[in-house]
């Protein structure tokens, strides 16, 4: 592989669910189903990876903004 650092983390988060890979392969992420099991497995990861928790949206937030 490529880029061994990216299935390593893949690895570390299956522990958790069913990590996945963004379109362009710039990160890997997990959907957690609360905060504070997001922030659990943060707390459980490598500390040297850039880890944040980001909140999801129900929709696009300029959906509103094209008219029908």
């Known amino acids: 592989r490529l880029y061994p650092q990216i299935q390593q ?3 570390a988060l299956s522990a958790y669910g069913t ?3 963004s379109g362009s392969g710039s990160s ?6 609360s905060a504070e099991f997001a922030d659990s497995v943060v707390q459980a990861l490598r ?6 928790c ?3 949206l129900d929709h696009h937030p300029l959906r509103d903004w094209v008219s029908d």
């Open 19 to 21: 990590p996945r890979m």
């Open 28 to 33: 890997v992420f997990l959907a957690c189903r």
């Open 47 to 52: 500390s040297d990876w850039k880890i944040w």
């Open 54 to 56: 980001a909140r999801g």
């Open 9 to 11: 983390a893949l690895d």
